[in-house]
């Protein structure tokens, strides 16, 4: 049962069986394959023609009572089949049959063309054997290496020495003029036959082979697990601010639990008005749906001035400017923000005909932001005084009749003049002794 075991896993890591994968990185995977084989078309195409250059080019030694002139037929097959190769590729309609035919027929075709040389040329078999030509199979070998499928590559230098040994067996079972010799510089002087030349051919196939298939093997495994890796990373994304996940992937370790920072930021704060009239007036399903679309909209304005979500309580969010992007605007579009979205709910209906408003508290000073939680699972947020002052100026509109509230230091720092602010007065906030001075804007 072991046995069986191991030969099915082999199976599975040559033919790149990737069953086991969620379709979604299967579906990446197959978009890289279709792109690879689009690049591996263009570089077929490319050996194709410099093969033809190079064959019109070169001065022609053969004999004129050669019975015929197998190179530029077999270059003009080879460039019909990548010709079409390619334009399939390139509709996503190459047929895995296709990527098949596609390796023998680069080997085929490349060792009938040597087979061929003793004909043009007039000479026995063996002298086929000693044609430069054969390096051209470690091109098309590593070819299929650029699919990063291990089993291509396998299949490609098996078919060669396959091939190869095949040639040898021809010229070996030629006419009895044929030698076979052990002498190194009779086999290089004459068409005589050393076959342990040949053998050291073969096993040089072969072991290219083995190790460009066990390299990209490799390079597979690890492509497909950057693949589930960054998949994941950008599902998680969405729970944390983009800034900290771009912090994640650039730091040089690992950011850890209670990874803090500390400056000046703009907290913001809001919530829905009459939110729990809502509820009780819709069911469930489709209060998560009205949720969903107030969120969608009130997140664009947020992240188009800068602003990083933290968290999404009920039916409140908690935002921070210059915490953790770094803008010296923060107060200013923190403000703005404000007044986008409550632009952006006048006039609006959501699932059902429901009409939101929204309340929001807004508040400058320094905080600091960080991972918190536990070692197994954290989450992003800032903490301060001066969050939880933000957090109050919102449930504060409720008593002044506002939608928007402002302290005297996002005034300052946003600038005074820069907008319509208007004065609420002292008030007193809960959880601290003294009063703060309050502005409104009219949205």
Same mark, same amino acid.
């Given at each position: 049962?072991?046995?069986?075991?191991? *030969?099915?896993?082999?199976?599975?890591?040559?033919?790149?069986?990737?069953?086991?994968?969620?379709?979604?990185?299967?579906?990446?995977?197959?978009?890289?394959?279709?792109? @690879?084989?689009?690049?591996? /078309?263009?570089?077929?195409?490319?050996?194709?023609?410099?093969?033809?250059?190079?064959?019109?080019?070169?001065?022609?030694?053969?004999?004129?009572?050669?019975?015929? +002139?197998?190179?530029?037929?077999?270059?003009?097959?080879?460039?019909?089949? @990548?010709? +079409?190769?390619?334009?399939?590729?390139?509709?996503?309609?190459?047929?895995?049959?296709?990527?098949?035919?596609?390796?023998?027929?680069?080997?085929?075709?490349?060792?009938?063309?040597?087979?061929?040389?003793?004909?043009?040329?007039?000479?026995?078999?063996?002298?086929?054997?000693?044609?430069?030509?054969?390096?051209?199979?470690?091109?098309?070998?590593?070819?299929?290496?650029?699919?990063?499928?291990? /089993?291509?590559?396998?299949?490609? #230098?098996?078919?060669?020495? #396959?091939?190869?040994?095949?040639?040898?067996?021809?010229?070996?079972?030629?006419?009895?003029?044929?030698?076979? !010799?052990?002498?190194?510089?009779?086999?290089? @002087?004459?068409? &005589?036959?050393?076959?342990?030349?040949?053998?050291?051919?073969?096993?040089?196939?072969?072991?290219? !082979?083995?190790?460009?298939?066990?390299?990209?093997?490799?390079?597979?495994?690890?492509?497909?697990?950057?693949?589930?890796?960054?998949?994941?990373?950008?599902?998680?994304?969405?729970?944390? $601010?983009?800034?900290?996940?771009?912090?994640?992937?650039?730091?040089?370790? =690992?950011?850890?639990?209670?990874?803090?920072?500390?400056?000046?930021?703009?907290?913001?704060?809001?919530?829905?008005?009459?939110?729990?009239?809502?509820?009780? &007036?819709?069911? $469930? $399903?489709?209060?998560?749906?009205?949720?969903?679309?107030?969120?969608?909209?009130?997140?664009?304005?947020?992240?188009?001035?800068?602003?990083?979500?933290?968290?999404?309580?009920?039916?409140?969010?908690?935002? &921070?400017?210059?915490?953790?992007?770094?803008?010296?605007?923060?107060?200013?579009?923190?403000? =703005?923000?404000?007044?986008? *979205?409550?632009?952006?709910?006048?006039?609006?209906?959501?699932?059902?005909?429901?009409?939101?408003?929204?309340?929001?508290?807004?508040?400058?000073?320094?905080?600091?932001? #960080?991972?918190?939680?536990?070692?197994? =699972?954290?989450?992003?947020?800032?903490? #301060?005084?001066?969050?939880?002052?933000?957090?109050?100026?919102?449930?504060?509109?409720?008593?002044? /009749? @506002?939608?928007?509230?402002?302290?005297?230091?996002?005034?300052?720092?946003?600038? +005074?003049?820069?907008? $319509?602010?208007?004065?609420?007065?002292?008030?007193?906030?809960?959880?601290?002794?003294?009063?703060?001075?309050?502005? !409104?804007?009219?949205?």
């Amino acid at each position: 049962m072991k046995a069986f075991a191991w *030969i099915a896993k082999a199976h599975n890591w040559l033919a790149g069986n990737d069953a086991g994968l969620p379709r979604r990185v299967r579906e990446d995977l197959r978009r890289r394959q279709e792109e @690879t084989e689009i690049v591996i /078309g263009w570089f077929q195409l490319a050996i194709v023609t410099l093969f033809f250059v190079l064959y019109a080019a070169s001065p022609k030694t053969f004999s004129s009572d050669a019975a015929f +002139a197998p190179v530029p037929w077999v270059l003009s097959v080879y460039f019909v089949f @990548t010709v +079409a190769r390619l334009y399939l590729a390139h509709i996503r309609r190459l047929p895995y049959w296709v990527l098949l035919l596609s390796v023998v027929m680069d080997i085929a075709l490349l060792l009938g063309l040597i087979w061929s040389f003793h004909l043009q040329y007039q000479q026995p078999p063996s002298f086929y054997l000693k044609a430069p030509t054969l390096i051209h199979i470690f091109i098309f070998i590593a070819l299929r290496a650029l699919r990063l499928e291990p /089993g291509f590559v396998l299949m490609s #230098g098996l078919v060669a020495a #396959g091939g190869w040994l095949l040639l040898v067996a021809y010229a070996v079972g030629a006419p009895a003029e044929l030698m076979v !010799t052990r002498n190194y510089v009779e086999y290089m @002087t004459s068409n &005589s036959v050393l076959i342990g030349a040949e053998i050291d051919k073969v096993m040089a196939i072969v072991v290219v !082979t083995a190790i460009l298939t066990f390299a990209i093997g490799r390079g597979r495994a690890l492509l497909v697990r950057s693949i589930v890796d960054r998949t994941a990373a950008e599902d998680l994304s969405r729970f944390a $601010p983009q800034a900290v996940v771009r912090q994640m992937q650039s730091s040089d370790a =690992r950011m850890e639990l209670g990874h803090t920072e500390v400056r000046e930021a703009t907290i913001f704060f809001t919530d829905l008005e009459s939110f729990t009239s809502i509820g009780e &007036s819709l069911s $469930p $399903p489709k209060l998560v749906q009205v949720l969903n679309e107030y969120f969608a909209v009130v997140s664009g304005p947020l992240e188009e001035f800068g602003g990083a979500i933290n968290q999404f309580q009920g039916d409140a969010i908690l935002a &921070s400017f210059n915490l953790p992007n770094a803008d010296p605007r923060h107060a200013a579009n923190a403000i =703005r923000a404000a007044l986008a *979205i409550q632009e952006a709910l006048r006039g609006r209906t959501f699932a059902g005909g429901t009409v939101l408003h929204s309340r929001i508290g807004i508040n400058t000073g320094t905080v600091v932001g #960080g991972l918190v939680g536990t070692p197994d =699972r954290v989450g992003y947020t800032v903490h #301060g005084d001066d969050v939880n002052i933000a957090a109050r100026l919102e449930q504060m509109n409720k008593e002044h /009749g @506002t939608r928007i509230l402002v302290s005297e230091k996002t005034r300052r720092a946003a600038g +005074a003049e820069n907008f $319509p602010f208007r004065k609420i007065g002292a008030v007193a906030v809960r959880g601290r002794s003294g009063a703060v001075n309050v502005y !409104t804007l009219d949205a």
